[in-house]
């Protein structure tokens, strides 16, 4: 599950990547429209820019933006970065293997199931990078304000 700190990285990143032409964006301005406490917020971009999502500069004009392109960040290198590896159970994980004290893991049932669900999710979080939520978050944004308009 995603923690709260990856949840609202994943927030504060959809947030820079829909201003991403527009230059530095204040914590105080991410945090109005995300919803995110701005102390915490501050905690987590520092998070994001030491790996290396973010940059930032001071003065006045100053704040958070975007280190690469939305195209050239995935949903996967930012949940693993912010909440460690995507595996359900450490037995399966990739990058932070433990045994789970499973007697037979060689031929546990429950461990090939455990693997399938990681990589599903892994496909799907390492195929979608910023600029793919950015655009979606365009298109139901319109699609809900032509409900509005609709409905008026």
């Known amino acids: 599950?995603?923690?709260?700190?990856g949840k609202y990285a994943t927030r504060a990143l959809?947030?820079?990547?829909?201003r991403y032409e527009e230059g530095p964006v204040q914590i105080q301005d991410i945090a109005e429209r995300q919803l995110i406490p701005a102390k915490y917020l501050e905690q987590i971009l520092l998070a994001l820019k030491r790996f290396g999502f973010v940059r930032s500069r001071k003065g006045p004009g100053?704040?958070?933006f975007l280190a690469k392109p939305p195209h050239a960040i995935t949903l996967g290198a930012v949940v693993?970065?912010?909440d460690g590896p995507l595996a359900p159970i450490s037995c399966v994980s990739v990058s932070g293997y433990?045994?789970?004290?499973?007697?037979?893991?060689e031929s546990c049932g429950l461990r090939t199931?455990?693997?399938e669900a990681r990589d599903a999710l892994a496909a799907v979080l390492d195929n979608t990078t910023f600029a793919d939520i950015r655009d979606q978050h365009r298109k139901l944004g319109a699609e809900w304000v032509q409900v509005l308009d609709y409905t008026i």
């Open 1 to 5: 599950m995603l923690s709260s700190r």
């Open 14 to 18: 959809l947030d820079l990547s829909l």
């Open 62 to 64: 100053g704040g958070y």
């Open 80 to 82: 693993r970065a912010m």
């Open 98 to 105: 433990m045994e789970c004290g499973c007697p037979t893991p």
């Open 113 to 115: 199931v455990w693997k």
